[in-house]
């Protein structure tokens, strides 16, 4: 379906229960929120649902502190946003997949399943870019609220307009956010500036004990449950960790293992592009982007490194 298709659908609902992605990022739920005050204003009863807890980070934000853990059953429609695969909403997949609503799918992630009644996937920086394209077929002025929602996403996804899937196009919606009254600086500086001692502790551990791999091609960080503790620092802490070991010259695939629960990892893998990391995480079950991609994966820490370093071995361009 084309964006004016989804809109066309979206404009005729009443309610609606919005869904972000497990272990939320700033685009799952700047899409979640932004999307949240465009259909409100189309007349829309509307709430957002998370399986667990906003991070701390996120509530700077007014409003974040309003998304609950469940869904409305009484919603005439369930929307996920920024989600790959309804597995991705965690808790609330079951919740999502057995209601019998109409469900939408908007996404930008290239792995998407295409699920869902209405969907519509277009590979770009954010999901959040999107969704300043959908305010337009909506017709929507985006307030100065909205504005700061989207702006989060695309800040967060980017890099802060960092990394290479930034575009033209990209520049473009931040250009009419910033003109909707968002605050750049504001998000600039909680999303990579501001940061608790705990989290600058367990930075330089983590960064300490950085393994290379092939000739300094390939790196892993790690972080475990009791390196957590030890720095009293909580799991949410680590985002954007994996942007130190990608940035040493040499590297071309970083690695970061994230431990979620005994012989557990969460992985994120970043490229510079000399391996699609989205078919190395399909390899487990994951998934994302060509250059950024995640999965989990059970085993010892080693077993767990082993594994890796040797799909990666098998994709890594010469």
């Not at 609902?13 to 259909?39: N, P, V």
């Not at 709430?47 to 853990?69: Q, R, Y």
């Not at 939408?104 to 920086?125: L, M």
């Not at 702006?151 to 910033?178: I, P, R, Y």
């Amino acid at each position: 379906m084309t964006l004016k298709e989804i809109s066309a659908q979206l404009k005729k609902l009443k309610s609606a229960t919005i869904f972000c992605h497990m272990r939320q990022d700033g685009d799952t739920l700047g899409a979640a929120m932004g999307l949240k005050c465009m259909l409100e204003k189309c007349g829309a009863r509307v709430c957002v649902a998370c399986e667990s807890a906003i991070p701390s980070k996120f509530l700077f934000l007014g409003g974040m502190e309003t998304i609950g853990n469940t869904a409305d059953e009484g919603s005439q429609a369930y929307i996920a946003v920024d989600s790959s695969e309804t597995h991705r909403l965690g808790a609330l997949c079951d919740v999502f997949e057995r209601a019998k609503k109409v469900k939408f799918n908007i996404d930008h992630h290239v792995s998407n399943t295409r699920y869902g009644d209405y969907w519509f996937v277009e590979e770009c920086a954010a999901t959040c870019e999107i969704m300043v394209e959908l305010s337009e077929c909506l017709g929507i002025s985006l307030d100065e609220q909205a504005a700061n929602y989207l702006m989060l996403g695309l800040s967060s996804d980017t890099g802060n307009f960092a990394h290479k899937n930034v575009t033209e196009h990209t520049f473009l919606a931040a250009a009419k956010l910033v003109s909707c009254g968002a605050d750049v600086n504001a998000i600039q500086y909680n999303m990579f500036k501001k940061q608790t001692a705990e989290r600058a502790a367990l930075f330089g551990r983590t960064m300490s004990g950085i393994r290379y791999y092939a000739e300094n091609r390939i790196a892993f960080i790690s972080i475990t449950r009791e390196q957590l503790r030890a720095a009293g620092a909580s799991s949410d802490m680590t985002e954007g960790f994996i942007d130190f070991p990608l940035s040493v010259d040499s590297v071309e695939v970083a690695v970061c293992l994230l431990e979620t629960a005994d012989n557990r990892f969460k992985i994120s893998l970043r490229s510079k592009g000399r391996a699609d990391v989205n078919a190395i995480a399909g390899v487990y079950g994951g998934g994302g982007h060509i250059l950024a991609s995640g999965c989990m994966i059970s085993g010892c820490l080693e077993e767990v490194i082993d594994k890796l370093r040797y799909t990666i071995m098998q994709h890594l361009e010469g």
